[in-house]
DNA sequence: CTATAATATGCGCTTATGCGCATAAGCGAC
DNA sequence: GTCGCTTATGCGCATAAGCGCATATTATAG
């Protein structure tokens, strides 16, 4: 558990999105993730990836899916950090024009 | 007010030790700062700027200091948000030997 | 004025981050 | 085996972040 890796694995937008859907406690694969942030497929797999490395999710793989849940046992003090870092406002992707 | 400058501000070892030095509400100058936390000047002055430019602290020069202090008039959701990153573990700075 | 102290900043450098593209890998259906 | 779908990853590139060094800036004291 590692406080600069949680908390840079929150200073991203779709990160931060992803991680707010996640935060239900239900399964979501990377390509619903992928549609429902309007992210690519490598980028949101690598965001997953970094959230997961913080310890935040799990995955298991599901025949061609692979589902994200918020990870179990977190403890308390980390919940609190990621439920008041959703409780920010939601930031809008910088468009290109 | 900027979530993901936030968050980012929070996501470095040194500006998260600074910012719980600053938070008890009292007025810290640079100079004490970096002595604290064993930084050198230019880094820990450009760490303060980057704090600063999130709107967690304000400035104020006294003479040749700054002394820097917590924001007033904060929004609670951010006073939050940086009291569940201060709950987390103090991180130790990369030793070199 | 000079000297000293505290802080900010321009510069160059190194490293980290984030991205798309292409491809690999995993899995089910056939 | 092949095909199609989903996900991960190697690679190259562009940019951002972080740092030290030196210097500029701001202020006080004498």
Redesign the interface.
């Known amino acids: ?4 890796t ?3 694995a ?4 779709v990160r ?1 999105e992803a991680l707010r859907l996640i935060w239900d406690g239900k399964e979501h694969c990377v390509c619903e993730l992928m549609k429902a942030l309007g992210a690519s497929q490598s980028r949101m797999s690598r965001h997953m990836a970094t959230i997961k490395a913080a310890g935040l999710v799990t995955d298991r793989r599901d025949a061609q899916w692979v589902r994200y849940r918020r990870a179990a046992d977190l403890p308390r ?2 919940v ?2 990621v ?3 959703l ?5 809008q992707e910088r468009q290109v024009a």
Not at 1 to 4: C, D, G, S, V
Not at 87 to 91: H, K, N, R
């Open positions: 558990m590692n406080t600069t949680i908390l840079s929150l200073a991203e937008p931060l003090e980390v609190a950090l439920d008041a870092a409780a920010l406002p939601v930031e």
